[in-house]
Structure formats: C-alpha cells, structure tokens
C-alpha cells in the first residue's frame, strides 16, 4: 500500500514538473542560426532605431488603469491619461461627470510567436568555377538596395494602435530588433568567404529574417467617471477580433550556400 502511494506521488511530481517546463517553453528566445549574421555596423542604409519604450503611467494614470476591469496597455491611452489631470476639492462633494475618451485597441494578448529565418530573398551572389581548377572564393556583398516590409494579415480596426502593441510585445519575447519597415543598403558586405569547389558554380542567397505574431487584440469604448472626489475609468462595449503580423528583423541578413553543376 505504501509502496503504491510512493509511485502514485512520484509519477504526479514529474506530471509536474513536466508540465511547467512545457508551459515555460512559449517564453523561450528564439537561438539565432549560425547562418544568421547582424549587418548593423556593415549596413550602408542606416535605419533608425525602433524606440517603442513601456510607458511609465503617472500616479493618477496608474489609479485609473487600476480600476478599470479591462487590461489597458495601449501606450497612447496611456500617454493621454499622463497627460490628465483632476483636481480634488472639497466643494466637489454631490459633482458627477461622465467624459467620454473614444473607442481604442486596450490590449494585445500573444498566442504564437515565431521567426521566419528565410521571410525574403533580398540578393544573391553568383561565380562561375566550372573551369577552375581550384576553389574559387565568394562573399557577400548587396548588389542593389532593398526595402523589406513587414504588416498585418488583414485589415482591422487602429491598425497604428494594434501594430505598436504587437510590435511591443513580439521585441519582449523574442529580445531581436524589430521594425515593421528596414533596409539594406547597396554595397553592404559581409567578410565571411563561402569556397566553390572546382567544375561548380556557386551560389550565395541572402534573406531578411522576420518574427510571425498571432494573437487577439481587444477593443472598447472608454471612459472616465466622475463622482464627488472618485474617479475611475470605465470600458463599454469590448469586442476581440484575432490578429496576426509580420515583423521583419532589422539588420540581421540569413545566408544559404549552394554549389551546382549547372545553372539554377
């Protein structure tokens, strides 16, 4: 009897812990390949830094967000609830307000995060060995400027609200450096060699990496209550809708070798 009971609790204990593993494995950042390599110091375009900070809410922000029943992480709300004030008076005693703030994209909830290493061919390096009779060495080097947009899968509601909370959320879990737009500059190169091999031509594919985003957004109607010296936010009308996004990594650059008898 005993003996049974020790199993029984050793087998729920690994259930577990397994389970907690699996859970924690969504969280987990994506390893970088080895045929990954950052641009950003050989780039010839420089793209701008993507600067999407959490916005720290003001104390009254904070009291407001607090007391509203619905998550609200839209930093642009934010920014304008830290743009508010409320002053508190004592004649205030029996005031009541209702002011209504617009419909906004309150939250992101991420169900799926994941990264295309190869999202877009963005050039590709090309030499002729076929009569050599020794390896012959290519590198990279970008042959013409090339813009690589990411964007939604379909057409909603705020879409500039929605894009920031993906692109916010997607930077936190993957930890790369992401923008919906970048571009690599003409003449960019790269130092590593790639050797074809004598009779071969050779090949070298270069691709622009991307995070795919999926997940639900939440929309409602808000609104800040007054009454005597209480003030609250109040959201009406929440509806969810699914969403799913590209976001290209910026000034990272996925290469793939190929070596062939014959023109591909």
């Known amino acids: 009897m005993k003996k049974g009971l020790l199993i029984s609790l050793v ?4 259930i577990s812990f397994s389970g ?16 990954v390599m950052e641009i950003s110091k050989d780039n010839t375009y420089p793209n701008p830094t993507q600067d999407l900070p959490y916005l720290q809410p003001s104390e009254l922000a904070q009291e407001l967000l607090d007391a509203s029943d619905v998550p609200i992480e839209n930093p642009d709300l934010i920014r304008l609830l830290n743009e508010s004030s409320v002053s508190e008076s004592p004649l205030a005693l029996g005031y009541r307000a209702t002011i209504f703030l617009g419909q906004w994209a309150l939250n992101y909830e991420s169900s799926e995060t994941s990264t295309n290493w190869e999202y877009q061919k963005i050039n590709t390096n090309y030499q002729d060995n076929r009569g050599g009779k020794a390896p012959l060495q290519i590198s990279y080097k970008q042959e013409s400027q090339k813009q690589v947009k990411g ?13 920031k909370l993906m692109l916010l959320t997607a930077m936190k879990k993957t930890n790369l450096p992401l923008s919906f737009e970048t571009i690599i500059g ?26 795919s985003e999926k997940g639900k957004v939440t929309y409602g109607e808000v609104y800040l209550v007054l009454k005597g010296n209480k003030k609250k936010i109040v959201v009406k ?22 070596t062939s008898d014959r023109p591909r």
Request: charge should be positive; glycine fraction near 8%; avoid cysteine.
């Open 11 to 14: 087998l729920l204990l690994s």
């Open 20 to 35: 907690s593993a699996f859970a924690n494995t969504k969280d987990i950042q994506p390893k970088i390949p080895s045929s």
């Open 151 to 163: 964007g939604l899968t379909a057409d909603i509601a705020y879409s500039d609200h929605v894009k």
């Open 186 to 211: 003409a003449g960019t190169k790269k130092d590593q060699v790639y050797n074809i091999p004598a009779t071969k031509l050779g090949y070298l594919y270069a691709y622009a990496p991307a995070v």
């Open 237 to 258: 009308n929440v509806t969810s809708q699914g969403i799913g996004a590209w976001i290209p990594v910026q000034d990272h650059a996925s290469f793939g070798f190929h």
